[in-house]
């Protein structure tokens, strides 16, 4: 008795945790920490990924500064020298038929000035524009003569792979989830570049489709019901490419697409009918909110937020990432 009775008396003098500490009351109720960031969650995990994408991009000025200074030790040059003969003199002039066409897809934009007017101002663009793609491709090149490896990770979100089957590999070491929406245009967008994804990683990604419809969209929640039924039936993957790529999602040409996936139509259409989905979506859309996703399409690679449709280098750039990681791992 005496030593419970300790042991409470201990645990009353410890201090509050930070999740439990108070920050505000109304009448007798406390707000604590814990309320108040469950609350604020997004805008605190925005915050957080700005914050280490500042310090990704001082730590890549830094490794870039030091692999130059690395290689002028080496090779015996200033640094001017070595930027004079690797970057600016491989950079070469910009051709008249690549002016031209830069001119002719801006011209809109000239406000009436012929191309020798504004022709001094295109080279310039197209100069700073193909030195800042070699000082990259270069910086790459010295990475791999100075083996370099960033060690800092961004923080990641767990999140779960729901209740449809995943395209790829079960043992592969990126995982992707995507929570989309089949009438959002900007998935329909991204579409190609997951595809692109797929094709250049093969077995070492997965890809998991979590269920995002918004509000607004009218036709996103039928089609994603639909899009179960289909994996039902083993042909989720056939069937999501179609719905991905239909203009319309009316019901009847859900079914058409049901149809033309190779889907028994009764079975469908029963399937359907009894909305026995609709708590898997709802599932998914949870699950998305509780991980930070705001809009859509995100993607969460390995844990690793990626918010919008993002052109492909911006997913090699992390999947390669997750990739050295696993291997400095292992």
């Not at 790529?245 to 399937?271: H, M, P, Q």
Request: one cysteine or more; aromatic letters at 6%.
């Amino acid at each position: 008795m005496l030593r419970t009775l300790c042991i409470a008396l201990a645990l009353a003098l410890l201090p509050l945790s930070v999740s439990a500490e108070p920050v505000a009351t109304v009448g007798n109720k406390t707000i604590t920490r814990e309320d108040v960031e469950k609350e604020v969650k997004p805008e605190l995990d925005e915050l957080e990924a700005k914050r280490f994408e500042i310090i990704r991009g001082g730590i890549d000025q830094l490794v870039a500064q030091t692999l130059i200074d690395q290689e002028a030790a080496a090779t015996g040059k200033t640094i001017e020298e070595l930027q004079q003969a690797e970057i600016v003199a491989k950079v070469g002039t910009p051709t008249d038929a690549e002016i031209q066409k830069v001119y002719d897809e801006n011209k809109a934009q000239m406000g009436g000035q012929t191309l020798e007017q504004v022709k001094d101002r295109i080279v310039q663009y197209l100069m700073q524009q193909r030195s800042a793609e070699r000082a990259q491709t270069y910086i790459a090149e010295l990475k791999k003569k100075y083996p370099t490896k960033i060690l800092m990770r961004p923080k990641t979100v767990e999140v779960g792979l729901g209740s449809r089957p995943p395209l790829g590999k079960a043992n592969a070491p990126i995982t992707i989830i995507e929570f989309s929406d089949y009438e959002c245009p900007f998935c329909k967008r991204a579409e190609p570049t997951v595809k692109e994804v797929l094709k250049a990683y093969g077995d070492k990604v997965r890809l998991v489709y979590r269920d995002y419809p918004l509000p607004f969209h009218k036709s996103a929640r039928p089609a994603s019901e639909a899009a179960h039924c289909a994996a039902d039936q083993g042909k989720f993957w056939e069937y999501h490419e179609k719905v991905m790529a239909a203009t319309d999602l009316s019901a009847a040409n859900l079914k058409t697409i049901a149809k033309d996936t190779g889907l028994d139509e009764k079975k469908f259409d029963e399937c359907v009918a009894s909305d026995r989905f609709e708590a898997a979506i709802t599932e998914d859309q949870t699950a998305g909110e509780k991980a930070g996703v705001q809009g859509t399409p995100a993607f969460f690679i390995n844990g690793r937020m990626l918010d919008g449709a993002q052109p492909f280098e911006k997913f090699k750039e992390v999947i390669d990432e997750e990739l050295e990681y696993a291997a400095s791992k292992s």
